[in-house]
């Protein structure tokens, strides 16, 4: 019969022990979050971070380099496909008159 001898060093345990503890911390947090992400200050607080960010990325890169950015009257309401055909349902192959 063979020993199986596992060595487990102090700082693997330590480690393993805080991707439990992260773990068990974030797992019953939904209140914490959902209260966080609908409180306005931590809504200006981000908002300004993404602001920062857009003047970091427009002194980095050329204007033209970002994507384009569309008003909401630009936008159309009905997307169409790139290449990639509908789901093949019921509904849309009554729609497109092919019988099955």
């Known amino acids: 019969m063979t020993k199986i001898v596992t060595e487990v060093s102090r700082r693997?345990?330590?480690?393993?022990a805080a991707?439990?503890?992260g773990l068990l911390a974030l797992s019953g947090c939904e209140k914490v979050f959902?209260?966080?992400s609908q409180n306005s200050t931590?809504?200006?607080i981000l908002e300004s971070a993404e602001?920062?960010?857009r003047r970091v990325q427009r002194l980095l890169a050329r204007r033209g380099?970002?994507?384009q950015e569309f008003a909401e009257k630009d936008i159309s309401p009905k997307f169409r496909?790139?290449?990639n055909p509908p789901p093949i349902t019921l509904p849309n192959v009554v729609r497109s008159g092919l019988t099955l």
């Open 81 to 83: 496909s790139n290449g």
């Open 65 to 67: 380099k970002l994507a």
């Open 42 to 44: 931590v809504q200006t």
């Open 34 to 36: 959902d209260s966080l």
């Open 19 to 21: 991707q439990g503890f």
């Open 51 to 53: 602001q920062g960010n």
């Open 12 to 16: 693997k345990l330590l480690l393993r």
